[in-house]
Each structure stands twice: as structure tokens, then as C-alpha cells.
T-cell receptor
Framework: GAVVSQHPSRVICKSGTSVKIECRSLDFQATTMFWYRQFPKQSLMLMATSNEGSKATYEQGVEKDKFLINHASLTLSTLTVTSAHPEDSSFYIC????????????FGPGTRLLVL | SQKIEQNSEALNIQEGKTATLTCNYTNYSPAYLQWYRQDPGRGPVFLLLIRENEKEKRKERLKVTFDTTLKQSLFHITASQPADSATYLCAPSGGSYIPTFGRGTSLIVHP
């Protein structure tokens, strides 16, 4: 399977600050990446689809001005949580789709965000 | 709206037994269905993909079935081991459907 990395693996920040999370596709170029959020004992919730060279597509209820996504290259997508609040504390995971079949998703290891 | 149901309660089994996990979905017809394993604090790891025209698929100790009439997939782990303890997620997918995951079923294999 494909290797996807995320950085940082965990971050603690103060309320009101911004946090940037990086997602890298190490095995192949990904024109599309996905960003998920997962609260404890809940399912992965798709936040947005990141498209290389164009604007991200956000799911209903996800504030695009709060969760800024930049997909500047075929191997890197970033998610910036702006003006973070304690309720943004969660597990953020990115994924890429198999470039040949466009079926299987390969996930990064996730980033644990804690906003104090 | 699309809905995915997996057993919310943890499945406890004894080592060596076969674990069977259920995934039911409603209000859509996925072209394929995927199963993932997720360990605490980690991202999901892909296990198996089964297509709508396949009844069954196997990989080592894993077996997945897909019944498009019942809108159900069963995930079996034979000769289970404590190392199989994890949360297992199903994801009916394909076509225009956005990637959507069930809440997952926690499997606990006791030695």
C-alpha cells in the first residue's frame, strides 16, 4: 500500500492560535487528498476534499474559513485550523486514493490536536 | 441519506475462534466495499476490498462477503489472535459516493 505521512503527530496549542497540519503522499502523486476528523469513539467524518491546484471542496457544516486547505503540489496538502478553540480538539487524518484504481484509500497516521 | 451501521458494542472472543463483524448500509448502492483496521491513536489501515459482483473475498485469515440484496457485508477473522484486537471499519464506496465510514466495531481477542 501507499505510504502517507502527517506532521506533526500531536500538537497542543492555546485557544485563538492557528495550527498547520501537513499531509504528504510518499509513494505517488496525488491530485486528490481527503481530510477527516475523528472524535473519540466516533467514525471518521470527511471534512473536505483537497484538489491540487484548485480550491478544496468542503462538506456541509465545515467552515472553509476556519479550516484552510492548501494543496500546492501533487504530494503535499496542508490543513490549517485557524483561531482554534477547545471544541476543535480532535484527531485529524488525511488520506490519498490509489492513483491507479482510484478505489482504495491510504491513510496517514493522524494528528492529535489539543486546544487549551 | 446514506447510513452505515456496524455493531456498536465490542465483540469479545477467545483466541483461536472466528470473529464475525457485520456492516449494514442503507440508501445507496456502492460499487465496492472496503474494510479497514484502526488501532487506538492511529490512522486506518486498508485490509480488503470487495466489489459488487463478488460474493466473497479472502486474504490469509480474513474473509469478506458482500450481499448487495441484503445490503450487508460480513468480515471474518479465523483463528483469531490477541494481536487482531482493534477497531474494524467498513466503507461502502464507489462511483459518485463520497468516502464514508461506519463507526467501527471494536474486537477484543482474549488469550
Amino acid at each position: 500500500g501507499a505510504v502517507v505521512s502527517q506532521h506533526p503527530s500531536r500538537v497542543i496549542c492555546k485557544s485563538g492560535t492557528s495550527v498547520k497540519i501537513e499531509c504528504r503522499s510518499l509513494d505517488f502523486q496525488a491530485t486528490t487528498m481527503f481530510w477527516y476528523r475523528q472524535f473519540p469513539k466516533q467514525s471518521l467524518m470527511l471534512m473536505a476534499t483537497s484538489n491540487e491546484g484548485s480550491k478544496a471542496t468542503y462538506e456541509q457544516g465545515v467552515e472553509k474559513d476556519k479550516f484552510l486547505i492548501n494543496h500546492a503540489s501533487l504530494t503535499l496538502s496542508t490543513l490549517t485550523v485557524t483561531s482554534a478553540h477547545p471544541e476543535d480538539s480532535s484527531f485529524y487524518i488525511c488520506s490519498v486514493k490509489d492513483s491507479s484504481t482510484q478505489e482504495t484509500q491510504y491513510f496517514g497516521p493522524g494528528t492529535r490536536l489539543l486546544v487549551l | 441519506s446514506q447510513k452505515i451501521e456496524q455493531n456498536s458494542e465490542a465483540l469479545n472472543i477467545q483466541e483461536g475462534k472466528t470473529a464475525t463483524l457485520t456492516c449494514n448500509y442503507t440508501n445507496y448502492s456502492p460499487a465496492y466495499l472496503q474494510w479497514y483496521r484502526q488501532d487506538p491513536g492511529r490512522g486506518p489501515v486498508f485490509l480488503l476490498l470487495i466489489r459488487e459482483n463478488e460474493k466473497e473475498k479472502r486474504k490469509e485469515r480474513l474473509k469478506v462477503t458482500f450481499d448487495t440484496t441484503l445490503k450487508q457485508s460480513l468480515f471474518h477473522i479465523t483463528a483469531s489472535q490477541p494481536a487482531d484486537s482493534a477497531t474494524y471499519l467498513c466503507a461502502p464506496s464507489g462511483g459518485s459516493y463520497i468516502p464514508t465510514f461506519g463507526r467501527g466495531t471494536s474486537l477484543i481477542v482474549h488469550p
